[in-house]
T-cell receptor, first 116, second 115 residues
Framework: DAGVTQTPRHEVAEKGQTIILKCEPV?????LFWYRQTKIQGLELLSY????????DGGAFKDRFKAEMLNSSFSTLKIQPTEPKDSAVYLC??????????????FGPGTRLTVL | QQKVQQSPESLSVPEGGMASLNCTSS?????YFWWYRQHSGEGPKALM?????GDKKEGRFTAHLNKASLHVSLHIRDSQPSDSALYFC???????????????FGAGTRLAVCP
């Protein structure tokens, strides 16, 4: 089975630009997560979808960050407008999300975003 | 204050040695713990979970959980250079899905295994 796919792997943007990051979860997984990873803040949850429904949108990230799940096999994270403080690694993860049990999250390789 | 705290921030052990990583939760609602490992340039990957008091062993990795003190540790015996990575402890409030099993991650411990 293919793992979580993220594109692009690297993105460089000018301040004020709009960027869109893409994620394809593991086939059949119902839960999808977007995280931001920085050395200072560590892993921060941006968004969580269950069966394409947005369950959590990460409070502090509401303003300029918007995640969407267009279908069960594709999600995007839009940052508009970008600021230099958005420079980070953005990770997508998926999980089976079945009603019973507790399953690990499978992470993609991440997109490293640099905002100049 | 972070709800999941890890120590040490970094650790260096010789090849073949034992590495011990620690994690403590300040939130008594966190009862279920995971260890994730992240190699440079990759996403984190789950190593093991531990939900019950006591030890859980998987190969060279042993996790220990003390629910009374909300302390969990990870011990890596016979450490290999390939174990060099960032190790995250993650905690969750609920085991049974149906509600949102959000993972709260610690800041990580960077392990270096020197040949």
């Amino acid at each position: 089975d293919a793992g979580v796919t993220q594109t692009p792997r690297h993105e460089v943007a000018e301040k004020g630009q709009t960027i869109i990051l893409k994620c394809e979860p593991v086939s059949g997984h119902n839960d999808l997560f977007w995280y931001r990873q920085t050395k200072i803040q560590g892993l921060e949850l941006l968004s969580y979808f269950r069966s394409k429904s947005l369950m959590e949108d990460g409070g502090a990230f509401k303003d300029r960050f918007k995640a969407e799940m267009l279908n069960s096999s594709f999600s995007t994270l839009k940052i508009q407008p970008t600021e230099p403080k958005d420079s980070a690694v953005y990770l997508c993860a998926s999980r089976p999300g079945q009603e019973r049990g507790f399953y690990e999250q499978y992470f993609g390789p991440g997109t490293r975003l640099t905002v100049l | 204050q972070q709800k999941v705290q890890q120590s040490p921030e970094s650790l260096s052990v010789p090849e073949g040695g034992m590495a011990s990583l620690n994690c403590t939760s300040s939130d008594r609602n966190f009862q279920y713990f995971w260890w994730y490992r992240q190699h440079s340039g990759e996403g984190p990957k789950a190593l093991m979970s531990i939900f019950s008091d006591g030890d859980k062993k998987e190969g060279r990795f042993t996790a220990h959980l003390n629910k009374a003190s909300l302390h969990v540790s990870l011990h890596i015996r016979d450490s290999q250079p390939s174990d060099s990575a960032l190790y995250f402890c993650a905690a969750s409030e609920q085991r049974i899905s149906g509600s949102f099993n959000k993972l709260t991650f610690g800041a990580g411990t960077r392990l270096a295994v020197c040949p």
